[in-house]
């Protein structure tokens, strides 16, 4: 009998490299930390995903319930990786909850943690109940709540949407874009725009990047259906004149410093690397890139692969990452796995 | 002066004392420049929709800030604070205060369409250009410009008559706009024609003069058309909630 293959968390990447992997009759493990699976779109109660609109619960939960029951993949819950010893064909993990996983080969989809707005004291996250994050209000819309002021549950008129908070911004350390944001602010304020008619969105931004397709579908549309504002500016300070919050900073495409008074303030947060990676790091013997995202070894030739030969690589693990390309790496990472363990073209 | 070269303090903002002690600290002179508060402290939210109801700014929402209107612009060439990219910005983000700046250079668009060419959203720039110089006459930031006064004249002449009768048109631009009937240009061209003594023509201005002729069974077209205009103002009139602003203005007399 065969060794299964571990996988490391069970958000999107790694629910869809089970399902790759069931599949084709290979076993599995997935060893997830929390205690349950479905990642960040779950465990962080996402509303309507991009691009589909479909609820998360709805779209991811499917992704989970296929799993769950499925003969060939064995879910540990609450456990983590202390200890992965051996050579591909044959490692040897010890979980924190004292079993023992012989693998012949790990897919590491541990993903992202949410940028901690705390780091941007500036922006009045922390000091006032009205700054909140883009993770918050999908929660508020998932709940069934709406978005309402957490100071007094008041419907919000004026919402300003802050982009790149913990995202290129060299001063806290973080460099990278985080990708996903700006198209998930454009779909929150079409969101909240279509909760509340009349309740005004503005979004300051420094660049706008709805790469892709979304460009049509959630820039334009926000703006041209939803009459959501874009307005180019770098906010110096969210304070508060104890009646509204006050967002003060520079109109960068006119040349005009701004203050305006708003009733709610969203920042758009970024993906950090997981806070475990050093550990991760550390337990699996793999390299993480400069900004502390795991490191892929091999861009052209291969799918995932780390430093370390039979240790994989997929989703947010690798850097800022989409659900959906997340779902993708998680299924190519898997055939990646398979080919690695045997070389089929030899024996046909 | 070109927007990159603006300082984002105003010179009226700055304030140097002569003489000023504050806690026992001498702040006079120009060491000890103030700089008075330089904010927009609110978007006039729907200042795009009052654009857009007027004719030519219908688009404007498409625009995307790429500043290809500016740069093919005739006008910016001579009068770098003539920037249509940057007035359309203001107009979409709502600072209304920022482009009443502007609102005695705004109608210097001479329609050349430059930009109609250049711009890649459709938006329509020489047509925002006009909606936004109507919008300010409209609003009353602005006096009636003679391009406008012209436009009366010519449609009410048509609305009247079917007909356009070139000296009437002429003689009521002028008094509308203030400006002398005999201008040097006309004494010539007067003179001239006298010169030529072209009989049949003079014969049928002056006799057009005296009679003004209809188009005939003109009665139902005209009322069409004036349906139509009569229409389209209460829209504006709406979009811009013109009454409203009539009714504040009495109120401020009455108080």
């Known amino acids: 009998m065969t060794k299964p293959i571990l996988i490391l968390g069970g958000g999107p990447a790694g629910l869809a490299a089970a399902h790759s992997l069931a599949t084709v009759g290979k076993k599995c493990v997935i060893v997830e930390k929390e205690d349950k699976l479905g990642g960040a779109p779950i465990l962080s109660g996402y509303a309507k995903l991009v691009p589909t609109g479909e609820w998360a619960k709805d779209a991811i939960g499917g992704m989970v319930a296929r799993v769950t029951d499925n003969a060939h993949v064995g879910i540990e819950t609450g456990a983590t990786v202390t200890s992965f010893d051996g050579n591909p064909g044959d490692f040897t993990a010890e979980l924190s909850n004292g079993s023992k996983i012989e693998a012949e080969a790990a897919i590491l989809c541990s993903g992202f943690t949410h940028f901690d707005s705390v780091n941007k004291p500036e922006w009045g996250f922390g000091t006032y109940e009205d700054v909140v994050t883009t993770t918050q209000v999908e929660q508020m819309i998932s709940s069934g709540n709406g978005v309402r002021c957490p100071s007094d549950g008041r419907k919000p008129e004026r919402v300003a949407i802050l982009l790149c908070v913990g995202s290129r911004d060299r001063q806290i350390g973080r460099e990278w874009c985080s990708k996903i944001c700006c198209t998930v602010s454009s779909n929150l304020a079409m969101e909240i725009r279509e909760e509340l008619p009349d309740c005004h969105v503005y979004i300051y931004y420094m660049d706008i990047r709805t790469f892709g397709l979304y460009e049509t579908k959630y820039y334009w549309r926000s703006q041209e259906e939803f009459k959501v504002k874009y307005i180019k500016a770098r906010i110096a300070e969210v304070t508060s004149d104890g009646d509204k919050l006050i967002v003060k900073g520079e109109d960068t495409l006119v040349k005009r410093p701004i203050t305006i008074p708003f009733d709610m303030v969203v920042h758009a947060i970024g993906m950090d690397p997981n806070v475990d990676n050093p550990t991760l790091a550390q337990t699996f013997g793999i390299d993480l890139e400069e900004n502390g995202f795991v490191d892929v070894a091999n861009r052209y030739g291969a799918m995932g692969e780390t430093s370390r030969p039979g240790v994989f690589v997929a989703g947010a693990a690798t850097g800022p990452e989409t659900i959906d390309d997340s779902i993708a790496q998680g299924h190519g990472t898997a055939m990646a796995v398979l080919s690695s363990l045997k070389d089929f073209s030899k024996s046909a | ?255």
């Open chain 2, 1 to 255: 002066m070109p927007i990159h070269e603006k300082s984002l303090i105003r010179p009226e903002n700055l304030e140097t004392h002569d003489n000023l002690v504050i806690d026992g600290v001498d702040v006079s002179g120009h060491w000890s420049t103030f700089i008075k508060t330089r904010v927009v402290s609110d978007y006039n939210e729907t200042l795009q929709e009052e654009i857009s109801a007027l004719p030519g700014g219908e688009e404007i929402h498409r625009c995307w800030q790429c500043g290809s209107c500016t740069n093919a612009c005739t006008v910016n060439e001579v009068n770098p604070d003539f920037n249509p990219r940057y007035w359309i910005y203001l107009i979409r983000m709502g600072m209304e205060s920022e482009l009443l700046r502007d609102k005695d250079i705004i109608w210097q668009c001479v329609s050349c369409n430059k930009c109609t060419y250049a711009c890649p959203r459709d938006v329509f720039p020489e047509g925002v250009m006009k909606a936004t110089a109507h919008w300010l006459e409209r609003k009353g930031h602005t006096p009636k410009s003679p391009s406008t006064h012209f436009d009366e004249v010519f449609t009410e002449q048509v609305l009247k008559t079917g007909k356009i009768e070139e000296s009437r048109t002429m003689r009521r631009f002028f008094a509308r706009t203030k400006q002398k009937l005999l201008q040097p240009w006309m004494i010539e061209m007067v003179k001239q024609m006298i010169n030529g003594l072209p009989v049949g023509m003079l014969t049928r201005m002056g006799l057009a003069t005296l009679i003004a002729p209809r188009t005939s069974d003109w009665s139902k077209a005209s009322a069409a058309m004036q349906e139509y205009i009569d229409e389209q103002h209460e829209k504006q009139e709406q979009a811009l909630s013109l009454a409203e602003l009539v009714e504040t203005a009495k109120n401020d007399v009455a108080a």
